[in-house]
């Protein structure tokens, strides 16, 4: 058989491929986007693709496509299996008919996230199997199981991933397509109507299941022990962890890797202790195998006293090879210090970024900004230092209003703010709150015609679908006026007078009101760039009014303004700006 090297993300894909799945739908959200980016890569092979406004469509979409006999999967990362977990717990109840799988990518470390929380906890929560791949081949291998445990237990699957599976490669062995036969769709009002009725007796089948899969778990091949008879250390990981512990330790240890991290077994557990003297539980993020452990009677050694030892693993952030060698070899790692410091390199909006002029004009305003998830979250930092507040997808809006319904003398002095993909994904509602309760707010909406900081997948506002073919775009001039807003204004972000002008007249209104700020993303295609600038030293002051921008392309030599012409696409904000005519 043919074989590639793929990211963990593309051998999900392929994974997808080989099990005859017939429905993708999904958000995107780093690390999980290349999943279901790749599987556009299979159109015309019978595995429809699509994205959708949210996580909560998208899992909704591949229930309703399970039901109909299909095999169908939703990826996402850790914070959009939040916004799936209502269709998720009830699924668990309902079952499947054609085989169910998700993929919840973690960020341990929090690369690109704003939290840090581990989705093991909704696996237990919802009462649904969950599997942990550590390398791009289980990743394959892992998924095409999914779907066959999905039917043979008549259950929704998860496949639990983190940002090194997702983005590390491996080596994968390709096989051929096999699609399930559909068969004849059949009503099943108890089976697929869960009200409360036909629920609870969903319950008890559900308990029963979760038995069956904890039996499963004792002998399935995905939970694996390796024991080396001359160690006295035994390490009980998942996933990447296994991994790192196999680099750092090696023969030095005997290991029990879990590819089913809920449910988890018990027997193969308290055998596996019974042959090592010292045992370890090597896993990111919460202790959830460590509490099993405890709640089966062990005391192993990892994130939690146990009355012999203190804690040797941290519950924060991601692990490594190091960290594992020091917290049970002892083995301190060394480095070689550089001979000189190395410049710190905040995370600042891109050049040309059609965000950075609206928050110019915000930051010489002195106004309360909420904030939403995006790329213009990096314009909370200095210089630009033009953002207040900021949770998650679709509260930048609604924050908004709830600061103004606490601070009434705030109103005229607040804006709530966020992108064209997350205003569908989860803002739409948020504006409705808006207009529905008389709040004086400003809502400004980013639109940059793409979803930007996961890698500039389409969505249904900009007219391209998954496959960047042509598709109905949300008109949001008319959806802004239609939920009641009457106060909706388009322009774009580049003229910082006109910014001004328009943001000073809206928030002087005692109603709601929108402004829409549309210019196409830099770095997408097709994107109009201007012929990169250069700056006049003779008339360059170094009054460094320009460096407030936050541009990269800018820098400061010998006291004057310098333009970095490989970075600058001209967007002419820094030129604006600058009183004595250097830009040109």
Same mark, same amino acid.
């Given at each position: 058989?043919?074989?590639?090297?793929?990211?963990?993300?593309?051998?999900?894909?392929?994974?997808?491929?080989?099990?005859?799945?017939?429905?993708?739908?999904?958000?995107?959200?780093?690390?999980?986007?290349?999943?279901?980016?790749?599987?556009?890569?299979?159109?015309?092979?019978?595995?429809?693709?699509?994205?959708?406004?949210?996580?909560?469509?998208?899992?909704?979409?591949?229930?309703?496509?399970?039901?109909?006999?299909?095999?169908?999967?939703?990826?996402?990362?850790?914070?959009?299996?939040?916004?799936?977990?209502?269709?998720?717990?009830?699924?668990?109840?309902?079952?499947?008919?054609?085989?169910?799988?998700?993929?919840?990518?973690?960020?341990?470390?929090?690369?690109?996230?704003?939290?840090?929380?581990?989705?093991r906890n909704h696996a237990i929560g919802a009462k649904v199997p969950m599997l942990e791949p550590s390398d791009s081949k289980e990743c394959?291998?892992?998924?095409?199981?999914?779907?066959?445990?999905?039917?043979?237990?008549?259950?929704?699957?998860?496949?639990?991933?983190?940002?090194?599976?997702?983005?590390?490669?491996?080596?994968?062995?390709?096989?051929?397509?096999?699609?399930?036969?559909?068969?004849?769709?059949?009503?099943?009002l108890q089976k697929y109507v869960m009200m409360p009725l036909f629920a609870r007796a969903k319950h008890v089948l559900v308990e029963e299941?979760?038995?069956?899969?904890?039996?499963?778990?004792?002998?399935?091949?995905?939970?694996?022990?390796?024991?080396?008879?001359?160690?006295?250390?035994?390490?009980?990981?998942?996933?990447?962890?296994?991994?790192?512990?196999?680099?750092?330790?090696?023969?030095?240890?005997?290991?029990?890797?879990?590819?089913?991290?809920?449910?988890?077994?018990?027997?193969?557990?308290?055998?596996?202790?019974?042959?090592?003297? &010292? $045992?370890? /539980? !090597?896993?990111?993020? %919460?202790?959830?195998?460590? =509490?099993?452990?405890?709640?089966?009677? @062990?005391?192993?050694?990892?994130?939690?006293?146990?009355?012999?030892?203190?804690?040797?693993?941290?519950?924060?952030?991601?692990?490594?090879?190091?960290?594992?060698?020091?917290?049970?070899?002892?083995?301190?790692?060394?480095?070689?210090?550089?001979?000189?410091?190395?410049?710190?390199?905040?995370?600042?909006?891109?050049?040309?970024?059609?965000?950075?002029?609206?928050?110019?004009?915000?930051? &010489? $305003?002195? /106004? !309360?900004?909420?904030? %939403?998830?995006?790329?213009? =979250?990096?314009?909370?930092?200095?210089? @630009?230092?033009?953002?207040?507040?900021?949770?998650?997808?679709?509260?930048?809006?609604?924050?908004?209003?709830?600061?103004?319904?606490?601070?009434?003398?705030?109103?005229?002095?607040?804006?709530?703010?966020?992108?064209?993909?997350?205003?569908?994904?989860?803002?739409?509602?948020?504006?409705?709150?808006?207009?529905?309760?008389?709040?004086?707010?400003?809502?400004?909406?980013?639109?940059?015609?793409?979803?930007?900081?996961?890698?500039?997948?389409?969505?249904?506002?900009?007219?391209?679908?998954?496959?960047?073919?042509?598709?109905?775009?949300?008109?949001?001039?008319?959806?802004?006026?239609?939920?009641?807003?009457?106060?909706?204004?388009?322009?774009?972000?580049?003229?910082?007078?006109?910014?001004?002008?328009?943001?000073?007249?809206?928030?002087?209104?005692?109603?709601?009101?929108?402004?829409?700020?549309?210019?196409?993303?830099?770095?997408?295609?097709?994107?109009?760039?201007?012929?990169?600038?250069?700056?006049?030293?003779?008339?360059?002051?170094?009054?460094?009014?320009?460096?407030?921008?936050?541009?990269?392309?800018?820098?400061?030599?010998?006291?004057?303004?310098?333009?970095?012409?490989?970075?600058?696409?001209?967007?002419?904000?820094?030129?604006q700006l600058c009183k004595f005519d250097a830009f040109s």
């Amino acid at each position: 058989m043919k074989k590639e090297l793929l990211l963990g993300n593309h051998a999900i894909t392929r994974g997808l491929y080989e099990a005859g799945v017939e429905v993708v739908s999904s958000y995107p959200g780093t690390p999980s986007s290349e999943i279901t980016m790749n599987c556009a890569a299979y159109k015309g092979t019978g595995m429809y693709a699509e994205w959708a406004p949210n996580e909560k469509v998208a899992m909704e979409v591949a229930i309703g496509a399970s039901i109909a006999g299909a095999r169908a999967f939703s990826g996402m990362k850790h914070v959009g299996l939040n916004v799936a977990a209502d269709p998720l717990y009830t699924a668990s109840y309902s079952g499947v008919n054609g085989g169910l799988v998700f993929a919840v990518a973690d960020d341990s470390g929090m690369h690109s996230s704003q939290n840090e929380q581990d989705s093991r906890n909704h696996a237990i929560g919802a009462k649904v199997p969950m599997l942990e791949p550590s390398d791009s081949k289980e990743c394959l291998e892992y998924t095409k199981l999914a779907f066959d445990l999905s039917e043979e237990f008549d259950t929704p699957v998860l496949i639990h991933m983190t940002t090194r599976t997702c983005h590390s490669q491996g080596i994968v062995e390709l096989n051929e397509r096999k699609v399930k036969d559909k068969g004849e769709y059949k009503k099943n009002l108890q089976k697929y109507v869960m009200m409360p009725l036909f629920a609870r007796a969903k319950h008890v089948l559900v308990e029963e299941r979760l038995e069956k899969l904890i039996a499963y778990s004792e002998s399935s091949p995905l939970n694996k022990v390796e024991i080396n008879e001359k160690a006295e250390i035994g390490i009980i990981t998942s996933g990447v962890a296994y991994q790192y512990a196999k680099d750092a330790l090696g023969d030095n240890a005997s290991y029990l890797k879990l590819g089913i991290v809920h449910p988890l077994p018990v027997k193969l557990i308290e055998d596996f202790a019974a042959k090592v003297k &010292k $045992l370890y /539980v !090597v896993e990111e993020l %919460d202790p959830v195998i460590e =509490t099993h452990c405890r709640a089966i009677g @062990l005391n192993p050694i990892g994130k939690m006293p146990n009355g012999k030892h203190a804690p040797v693993f941290s519950l924060l952030g991601e692990y490594s090879q190091n960290i594992i060698k020091e917290a049970i070899l002892g083995v301190k790692p060394s480095f070689k210090d550089f001979p000189e410091a190395i410049p710190v390199r905040p995370p600042v909006l891109c050049a040309g970024c059609s965000h950075r002029g609206v928050f110019t004009v915000l930051n &010489k $305003l002195g /106004v !309360v900004v909420s904030g %939403d998830i995006g790329c213009y =979250t990096l314009a909370a930092t200095p210089p @630009l230092s033009a953002m207040d507040f900021q949770i998650c997808m679709g509260a930048g809006i609604s924050m908004a209003h709830g600061f103004v319904k606490a601070r009434p003398d705030y109103a005229g002095k607040t804006v709530g703010l966020m992108g064209d993909s997350t205003f569908v994904h989860n803002g739409i509602t948020s504006l409705i709150d808006i207009a529905y309760n008389r709040s004086n707010t400003l809502t400004l909406l980013l639109d940059n015609r793409t979803t930007g900081m996961t890698g500039g997948q389409n969505h249904p506002g900009n007219g391209l679908d998954i496959y960047s073919d042509p598709a109905p775009a949300v008109d949001f001039e008319a959806l802004v006026k239609a939920i009641g807003i009457s106060k909706v204004k388009t322009l774009s972000p580049d003229n910082l007078t006109e910014i001004e002008s328009i943001l000073k007249e809206y928030l002087a209104l005692e109603e709601p009101a929108v402004i829409i700020f549309r210019k196409p993303c830099a770095l997408t295609k097709g994107a109009v760039l201007n012929a990169p600038l250069s700056c006049n030293a003779d008339k360059c002051t170094g009054c460094k009014l320009c460096m407030k921008v936050g541009c990269p392309a800018l820098t400061m030599r010998d006291k004057k303004a310098v333009v970095n012409k490989t970075l600058c696409v001209g967007c002419g904000v820094c030129s604006q700006l600058c009183k004595f005519d250097a830009f040109s």
